[in-house]
């Protein structure tokens, strides 16, 4: 069983240090880049939280089944730890124990739970082979994306409410001439919408349009390195937008990091504005304004709705979509005045 102290031998820290960076405790002052190699560390090898050693003997088991990409060695595992922190929490309050595994080393002797947390965006195949496996077991997606809405309940949030928020937001602020960046989308219900849909809806109704500001990269990569590549690119144009909308928080500091790297000042010569609202962000330089989306609150919501079912099964599903916040940092530079 990995320990705090082996993680941090590992990485040459305290073991203070990495006990309160696995706590998201947001008080402690390190770099962003330390925080997420102490995360990533940490799901690499494996580590448990007292919660679960706690809980190794209570009756009731969970299997949270995860991509092999939600706990990447870069920062989008921030992302995904803060969702992973929020499913513990719940279930070491609740005296549940509960396992992680990727979905491609799945197999009938992995599934032994009594329910089943999915938590990504999973293609139709991988739903289909994960449904042969729990049979009738109760399950809850955590995501943008769930087929079979009838079989899973889902914990989720608006993607079109969350773009809008940051699109609004730009508005207020003076900026119309608004570029997008971000990573190629899976199918999304309608009633979640597409980051980038909602993103050329606005625009196109705004008449401010300039499909040469919108850049999108594969997905699979290192998001951050994708953002990096997507702001130099950006950065060849003859004229830049006032404005960036980034779909997540990997990206947008990829891009900061680009713009720097080429002097370009933010927010003095470029607003920047991501989504996700993963903690890195408020240590980068400068602080990003991002939409919120509460991971912490999508895994812990997505493990109550779990627990419920199995205390108490329904013949019902449901759908539980958090609303966005916004985070006013130091991104955004107030236009209107002088356009």
């Known amino acids: 069983m990995t320990t705090i102290k082996e993680i941090a031998d590992k990485l040459h820290l305290s073991s203070a240090t990495v006990s309160r960076a696995l706590r998201n405790d947001e008080t402690l002052s390190i770099r962003m880049e ?139 602020n003076g900026h119309t001439r608004i570029g997008y960046l971000g990573i190629i989308e899976e199918e999304v219900p309608s009633m979640i919408g597409s980051r980038k849909a909602t993103y050329l809806e606005w625009v196109k109704k705004e008449k401010t349009y300039r499909p040469e500001w919108v850049l999108e990269r594969d997905r699979g990569s290192d998001r951050v390195e994708q953002g990096v590549s997507m702001g130099k690119e950006l950065l060849l144009q003859k004229e830049l937008p006032t404005a960036l909308f980034c779909a997540n928080d990997s990206v947008a500091l990829g891009v900061l990091n680009a713009f720097n790297d080429a002097g370009l000042t933010i927010p003095g010569q470029i607003s920047i504005v991501s989504h996700d609202g993963s903690y890195p962000t408020q240590y980068s330089y400068p602080p990003l304004t991002t939409v919120n989306v509460h991971p912490y609150h999508l895994g812990a919501e997505a493990a109550r709705l779990l627990i419920q079912r199995l205390q108490k099964p329904e013949k019902y599903t449901c759908e539980l979509l958090l609303t966005p916040t916004l985070y006013v940092r130091g991104s955004v530079k107030n236009i209107a005045v002088n356009e």
């Open 34 to 172: 330390t925080r997420s190699l102490i995360l990533s560390t940490a799901a690499e090898m494996g580590y448990v939280s007292h919660h679960n050693k706690k809980n190794a003997k209570k009756n009731k088991k969970i299997l949270v089944i995860h991509k092999y990409s939600a706990f990447r060695s870069q920062m989008d595992s921030a992302f995904y730890y803060t969702m992973r922190t929020g499913i513990e929490d719940i279930c070491g309050k609740n005296d549940i124990q509960y396992t992680f595994a990727a979905i491609d080393e799945l197999n009938e002797k992995k599934v032994n739970a009594d329910g089943v947390l999915l938590l990504g965006n999973f293609s139709r195949d991988q739903f289909d082979d994960v449904l042969g496996l729990i049979r009738d077991l109760p399950a809850v997606v955590i995501g943008n994306v769930c087929y079979y809405r009838q079989r899973f309940n889902h914990v989720s949030f608006s993607n079109k409410e969350s773009v809008t928020v940051a699109l609004k937001y730009l508005k207020k």
